[in-house]
């Protein structure tokens, strides 16, 4: 392919995202997340802001888990010095613990309301309130029509939304989200043969990325942020084969033995 077709290519290309939604703040610049291959299945390569995630947790502790991963995205998006608005009607999160990720919660506004049917109107018009970092709702479930309305208000202020659903009734329902992860808590490394202290890890999976790619991957968060960790299946592969190998040799040596 020529260097001109693939210079047309890539306008066609920008020019479809743009007319699904991916239009980028004119004063925004492309943020790196260090979320290693999971940036590489968004369209660009890029984590997608100004859009509406969606975020599944069907066990309290996936809840937890996401709670935590979350923190840490807030820590780049909110690196400019922006606030979050985090809503929700029984929330878990305890706001100090998001400084382990870097987050400083005094920029972000928690509003407790006491009725689910309100998180949604608080969150569409808080996302229409430009300047904003990002804002989150905790609900359950949330159909195509509300998940569009929340994808029209993004799209005209560019604030990131992240929809946090906890224990829905129906995990994989259709909506107009731009990204779906599911995260999964993993034991963390050692140290000092004591269990539980080390770096939080995390499996994520990307269940859904329009015009991009889905995948699981290992994260652990370290003091500079976000690293792609190896798959702990993976990492004890190479013993296992080893103990293979030393089993085939050991009957190998007794069959010559015998013959």
Known sequence: M?????????KLRTQLLEVQGFRPSPSATAQCFGLGEIESCFPNSTFPTGTIHEFIAEHPEDAAATDGFISGLLHKLMENGASTLWISRNRKLFPPSMERFGTDAQQVVFIDVPYEKQILWTMEEALKTEGLACVIAEIPDI?????????????????TGFVFRKAPKRALSATACTVRWKI???????????PGVGSPRWEVTLIKVRNGHTGTFHIEWSENGFTQIQSPALAQAPEKESEKQHTYHRILAEERGTA
């Open 2 to 10: 020529t260097a001109e077709k693939q210079e047309i290519l890539a």
């Open 143 to 159: 159909d195509f029509a509300q998940s569009r309305r929340l994808q029209l208000a993004t799209e005209k202020s560019h604030v």
């Open 184 to 194: 999964s808590p993993e034991p963390t490394e050692m140290q000092d043969n004591i």
